[in-house]
T-cell receptor, first 116, second 111 residues
Framework: AAGVIQSPRHLIKEKRETATLKCYPI?????VYWYQQGPGQDPQFLIS???????DKGSIPDRFSAQQFSDYHSELNMSSLELGDSALYFC???????????????FGPGTRLTVL | DQQVKQNSPSLSVQEGRISILNCDYTNSMFDYFLWYKKYPAEGPTFLIS?????DKNEDGRFTVFLNKSAKHLSLHIVPSQPGDSAVYFCAARGSQGNLIFGKGTKLSVKP
């Protein structure tokens, strides 16, 4: 079965540069979530989209922005990168179910961002 | 403040025996819980979930138990296999639909 695709898998940037991470959800999934996992940490929610509209925000810095496109893929744009932005960035997708009780999130393999 | 807690950072079990991974939560409004398995350099893989209207859910070798009064859930793996060695994350679905994760428990299953 098709899974969530993320690109690139690895990215190295310098401080103050910009990075764009891409996420392609499972076909027919309408909701995308972005998470950041620092070294030795649990994944932290950044932002989510449902049907191409931003649905919720977590602990996402103002330097970051994201959007979901008409084909449901999503991009996370990160500007003025800082050393502390080095982390694994996961995208997850789900299919919204009325009542929301069973909309399990399926994760991509992640993008490892290293800021030098 | 950590809303989902996995107090055991690691667990070692002999192959064929039962692995029990524990998870506690603080928010009684959580209504859906999930367990994910994660290998290094890979994304979390969904294992099993449970709704707060149930106290048990079973899928093959994996069973999740939920004790709402104690705000506690556990994942049982029987029998444990070496391929089960990974980090296991407990997660609760938050009010925004996002997942709130515990810190994870590293399970090592020894042959």
């Amino acid at each position: 079965a098709a899974g969530v695709i993320q690109s690139p898998r690895h990215l190295i940037k310098e401080k103050r540069e910009t990075a764009t991470l891409k996420c392609y959800p499972i076909p027919r999934h309408d909701t995308v979530y972005w998470y950041q996992q620092g070294p030795g940490q649990d994944p932290q929610f950044l932002i989510s989209f449902y049907e191409k509209m931003q649905s919720d925000k977590g602990s996402i810095p103002d330097r970051f922005s994201a959007q979901q496109f008409s084909d449901y893929h999503s991009e996370l744009n990160m500007s003025s990168l800082e050393l502390g932005d080095s982390a694994l960035y996961f995208c997850a997708s789900s299919l919204y179910v009325a009542g929301g009780l069973t909309d399990t999130q399926y994760f991509g393999p992640g993008t490892r961002l290293t800021v030098l | 403040d950590q809303q989902v807690k996995q107090n055991s950072p690691s667990l070692s079990v002999q192959e064929g025996r039962i692995s029990i991974l524990n998870c506690d939560y603080t928010n009684s409004m959580f209504d859906y819980f999930l367990w994910y398995k994660k290998y290094p350099a890979e994304g979390p893989t969904f294992l099993i979930s449970i709704s707060s209207i149930k106290d048990k859910n079973e899928d093959g070798r994996f069973t999740v138990f939920l004790n709402k009064s104690a705000k506690h859930l556990s994942l049982h793996i029987v029998p444990s296999q070496p391929g089960d060695s990974a980090v296991y994350f407990c997660a609760a679905r938050g009010s925004q639909g996002n997942l709130i994760f515990g810190k994870g428990t590293k399970l090592s299953v020894k042959p």
